[in-house]
């Protein structure tokens, strides 16, 4: 929803969850547009600018992002045991990679196959913008690592949001779709302790921002204004409107595909979390709630 939102300024683009953009045209999902990803001509435009890079529509894996593994809609050809072995090494050296102090980071370099991710992240970036006739890029892909080095390279254009939610409803959730407790927290925890110290120890103050659900879907416009202060554009009202422009977004929730239904506060936990599954959540994970400012 984030990126929608911000997304909808007239000089802002978003591009969903863009690390899985191989797997959207190889398996046929739709670009939020309605068109299949493969042939919307908003896309089009920007794999035209991407051939120079070795981007061949026909084989889109070859023009390599950063892993991103599928649980819904699975391209099983390319996500082999094969594959998840190979995701499995790259993120132990990554996790073994966040413990080394930061001076001595230049010593245990990124896995190759991330450093042509992260080279080729840029290009994309950058043939959105031409193509699209657009400032700011947004992605959603969420891959904290990523996002570090994508900064440490280029700390004069990469800016990071860590957009949070309260856990007690990230929690209700993942029950509610039939996950045990353990699950149900587990993911959220462990995702929110590695960005916070991996954003605190590398990415200086001016260049990250936390940023609320709860402050965007209760004050749009408070949030819209603080976001554009953060990115260096001016707030535009029209950013409200979720439905207001077109946009060409890859994967991610399935909100892109309903813009009509616009920003709305959902606490459902407040009602609806048994005191029992309350008391397991603050066991598990209320100290981290705590340190992301819930109360």
């Not at 929803?1 to 000089?11: C, E, I, K, R, S």
């Not at 690592?145 to 800016?159: I, S």
């Not at 991996?198 to 940023?211: N, T």
């Amino acid at each position: 929803m984030t990126d929608m939102f911000l997304g909808g300024h007239p000089q802002a683009t978003s591009l969903g969850e863009i690390n899985f953009l191989a797997k959207a045209i190889k398996v046929g999902e739709r670009c939020s547009c309605g068109a299949l990803v493969r042939d919307c001509p908003q896309w089009e435009a920007v794999y035209g600018r991407l051939g120079r890079w070795g981007f061949d529509l026909q084989d889109p894996y070859r023009f390599r992002l950063w892993d991103a593994v599928a649980w819904t809609y699975i391209d099983s050809a390319h996500q082999t045991q094969a594959f998840l072995a190979a995701v499995k090494l790259r993120k132990a050296w990554m996790a073994a990679r966040d413990l080394v102090p930061p001076p001595a980071r230049a010593l245990c370099p990124v896995p190759p196959a991330y450093r042509q991710a992260l080279a080729n992240k840029m290009r994309l970036y950058e043939a959105v913008a031409q193509a699209w006739d657009k400032q700011l890029v947004i992605d959603s892909s969420k891959n904290v690592r990523e996002a570090v080095e994508l900064y440490q390279r280029h700390p004069d254009t990469v800016r990071i949001l860590l957009v949070t939610r309260d856990g007690r409803g990230v929690y209700l959730s993942r029950r509610s779709s039939g996950r045990d407790r353990e699950e149900s927290v587990k993911g959220w925890l462990s995702y929110y302790a590695r960005a916070l110290v991996l954003l605190e120890r590398h990415v200086p103050p001016a260049a990250r921002m936390q940023l609320k659900y709860e402050d965007i879907a209760g004050d749009p416009e408070a949030a819209g204004r603080t976001l554009c202060d953060f990115v260096g554009l001016q707030f535009q009202p029209s950013m409200l409107q979720l439905d207001g422009v077109v946009r060409h977004m890859v994967n991610g929730n399935a909100t892109r595909f309903a813009p009509g239904k616009g920003i709305a506060l959902d606490e459902r936990w407040r009602r609806d979390l048994a005191p029992g599954e309350l008391s397991f959540f603050d066991g598990r994970g209320g100290r981290m709630n705590a340190a992301l400012g819930y109360r």
